[in-house]
Structures are given as structure tokens and as C-alpha cells.
């Protein structure tokens, strides 16, 4: 194929991305009063007094992104996935399970990954209490101490539960508004592991390594970015490379 026709393919390409993304409501902002100066250079315009992303841009920070994790497919890393928003935390769940991640959705606790040793700590927990509820050994317990025991599982799962397939510290991050997670993206950068958000007009696109800017307000808009980090791993998992089979022995 001529470089001429490798021009129209990729042509065609971005502009589905970009058709895409404009049906999800990916184009969305906030109102002027709330932007980011870091986020000026994606504006396309206002709408209704709502700031519009130009997203022929956010396709080539998603291009970027995208790149990124399908690097990290390509080595089997791990990524936590986190958001609090209740439009994400479906979505969130689902994706991170889909290619067996850790995540968080709901509350970031504070030392996740600063203070990940403990954090694990509270993780063996609840997989110790789980296993042994299953294998019917709180028989031994009185029934207001198997009560206690069921709240302490409870508590631990709402907090713990998408961090059990994290054995380490994740070699990177996805957040759904980097503003609102900015525990998540401040312990991130203090362990030097890079971020990639999704961020509406209100974030500070510095803060994180691969900004993808967009609407992350939108559950539409949110389910179509995390799809796309999903075909992107796994893409990546496609690309490793295959140990040969042993020779056979005579």
C-alpha cells in the first residue's frame, strides 16, 4: 500500500474515532468558569454556555495513550484502575475484570499506594475471613461474633475487594477525572508511576502523564474511553513474544 493510501486508511480512522467519541457526548465540558488554563489549547468553542472539546485533539492524546497501554499489554502489566464517580463505577468494575486488573471503585483509601505493604495487609484479610466463611470455619464463633465478623467482610470489600489481584504496585494508572482522584494521581507521582486519565475542562492536564481530554461527567463517554484501554491491553497481549517450543529429544 502506497503511502498516499496509508494516509487515507489513517484519515478514515481518526475521523471514526472522532464520530465516535462526538456520539458518546465526549465533546462535553463544563462552563467556562470552570476550566483548567491547561485545557484552553482543546477548547473548540461554547455551547449554551457548556465549552466544547475540539476532538480531532483528544483523538491524538488518545492515540498517545492508547499506545501506552498497549506497551503495557505487550508485558503484562498491571494497571489500577480507579474512580469514585457513580457514572464510572460500572464501567470501571467491568473493564478492570475484563483483563483481570486491580481497581477502586468507589473510595480511594489514602496509602494505596504510598503505604501499599499495609494496604495488602488489609487484602490477605479479607481473602483469609472469605475463605474461611466459605470453608465453614466461624462454626467455632457465637452468632454475635459471626455478626461482627460478616460486618468487618463487608467493610473490607467495599474498600479492598478490586485491590486482590494486585500483588504489587501497579506499573500504571487509568483515572476517570484526575481532579477528583487527585490522591490517587498525587501517591501515583510520588511513586513515579505514570498516570492516564480521563479529564474534563476542570483538571489540570499537567498533572498526569497521558491526559485524554474529554467529557468524564458522561457515563456514555466514560464506558467508550475505558472500551478503548481495554481493546488497547489486550491488543498488546496479542504482540508478546512467544517462547519457542523445546526441541523434542531423539
Known sequence: MSKANNSVVDSNKDNGVVDAMF?????????????????????????????????????????????????????NAKILFVSGKNEAKQAITSTAEGINMPYVAGRFIGGSLTNFPEIRKRVDKLETLVSQKEK?????????????????????????????????????????DAKKEFIAVKEARMMGIPVVALCGTDNNLNEVEFPIPGNDASKASIEFFLKKISESYKAGQLKQPTTPAPAPTV
Open 136 to 176: 465453614g470455619e466461624l462454626v467455632k464463633y457465637t452468632k454475635k461474633e459471626r455478626l461482627l465478623i460478616d460486618r468487618e467482610i463487608d467493610k473490607l470489600r467495599e474498600f479492598f475487594f478490586g485491590l486482590s489481584v494486585m500483588k504489587n504496585l501497579p506499573q500504571a494508572l487509568f483515572v476517570v
Open 23 to 75: 456520539s458518546a457526548g465526549s465533546h462535553f465540558g463544563f462552563i467556562k468558569s470552570r476550566r483548567h488554563p491547561s485545557t484552553k489549547p482543546f477548547i473548540f468553542g461554547v455551547k449554551n454556555k457548556i465549552e466544547i472539546f475540539d476532538l480531532e485533539k483528544t483523538s491524538g492524546s488518545l492515540t498517545t495513550a492508547l499506545d501506552f497501554v498497549e506497551t503495557l499489554g505487550m508485558r
